[in-house]
């Protein structure tokens, strides 16, 4: 068995559709870390790592840069850093690997917007053309009870402004993170910042307590009511209802969701919604088992 050239720092986390790209970790853990419903980074202490090492790990996959067509750079939100540190990152992966299409990574609203327009333009042409922005809701109440460190108004102001600079996004909601009080208000929300920011791609995930219900209890501001299947479903269809997007490629397929989802928004929507529906009549044979983890 040949091992892998690079030794990674784990836990090791990346979007589903990165599945077949080279990961590069830039920075270790999540630069922001408080959010109520994550667990994913809350074992690391967030730490920027050094360039030569960064660079040691790109240069063990010389070997097969031919088959490297993508990238993504870990762990939680690299664009943290400045450009200085980014840029000889993003020229070293692209020096490196000729077939290569894509660099992403995940990001925050807030880091984006934190970022010059000259800034985000400098990333792009360098290579970083995709964002991976986990929203989790449009509505505000919603994202002080999870400690989100975003607004409404932010995360509308910080994808804008990725978008102007040319670097696509695809964009994360959370079904359920509401719980019952915020459901209706958490969904059409949502709907509203993907409106407003038309997303290359979109995805729902399902919020999954991975530590136990009384657990994200105590992580939260407030009193949360977990939505059972049923609820979760007519939230979805709140949520499709109010979507009015063009061109934008939907996603539910994540393992926590147990209605799938596929297509483009807006043209396969009322197909969407005819699914919900249908699953909201008569979930026998529409809904996969119901998922215990992450």
Known sequence: MIAF???????????PSEGKSLIIQVTLGCSWNKCSFCEMYTSKRFTVRKQEDIFTDIEAMVPYASHVTKVFLAD?????????????????????????????????????FKKTQNELVELKNAGLTLL???????????????????????????????????????????????????????????????NATQPKFASTLVLTTYKGLEHFRNRILGDFEELDLFQQMKELKLFMEHLNLEHTIFRSDHASNQLVL??????????????IE???????????PKYKGY
């Open 262 to 275: 596929k297509g483009t928004l807006g043209k396969d929507k009322q197909k969407f919604l005819t699914q």
């Open 76 to 112: 939680g939100d690299p664009l943290v850093l400045s450009n200085n540190r980014l840029i000889p990152i993003l020229k070293k992966i692209t020096q490196t690997f000729p077939n290569l299409r894509r660099i992403s990574t995940y990001a925050t609203p807030a880091n984006i």
């Open 132 to 194: 991976y922005v986990g929203i989790e809701s449009g509505d505000n109440e919603t994202l002080k009870m999870i400690q989100k460190g975003e607004t409404k108004e932010s995360v509308i102001a910080g994808i804008l402004k990725g978008h102007e600079a040319g670097i696509e996004t695809s964009v994360m909601v959370i079904n359920g993170v509401g719980g019952k009080a915020f459901s209706d208000q958490h969904a059409i929300a949502s709907a509203e910042v993907l």
């Open 5 to 15: 050239p690079i030794n990674y720092d784990e836990p090791l986390f990346r979007p």
């Open 278 to 288: 249908n699953a909201i009549e008569d979930p026998s044979g529409k809904l996969r």
